[in-house]
Nanobody, 127 residues
Framework: QVQLAESGGGSVQAGDSLRLSCAAS????????MGWFRQAPGKEREGIVA????????YTADFVKGRFAISRDSATNTLYLQMYGLRTEDTEMYYC????????????????????WGQGSQVTGSS
């Protein structure tokens, strides 16, 4: 099975840029999609950006379009989330995920279509 480990989180200020990394191990060839999600305390997990690993298509949530971008280094099995112009509402726990479900190409930003999850990387706000 696929194992995911996020890193790169930390304390940021409004307007900052930050790049999160997701190191993937195990059998990743069966993952149709990989993506990034985030969740604030007491709220549901929401999709941010995702990638169709076969076709290379990307999916981006409206609320981060133009600010967040997903990329992948297939050689190192690493998924990245590049964030620009961070806002207060972006300070949440970020999760890397992978899906073996073919339906993920249509529902890539839906958490339930993903079966493998990392433990999360926290992005916090500074004063």
């Amino acid at each position: 099975q696929v194992q995911l480990a996020e890193s790169g989180g930390g304390s940021v200020q409004a307007g900052d840029s930050l790049r999160l990394s997701c190191a993937a191990s195990g059998f990743t060839a069966s993952s149709h999609c990989m993506g990034w999600f985030r969740q604030a305390p007491g709220k549901e997990r929401e999709g941010i950006v995702a990638l169709n690993t076969g076709a290379g298509s990307t999916y981006t949530a409206d609320f981060v379009k133009g600010r967040f971008a997903i990329s992948r280094d297939s050689a190192t099995n690493t998924l990245y989330l590049q964030m620009y112009g961070l806002r207060t509402e972006d300070t949440e726990m970020y999760y890397c995920a992978a899906s073996p479900q073919a339906i993920c190409v249509l529902r890539a930003l839906t958490p339930t279509t993903h079966d493998e999850w990392g433990q999360g990387s926290q992005v916090t706000g500074s004063s």
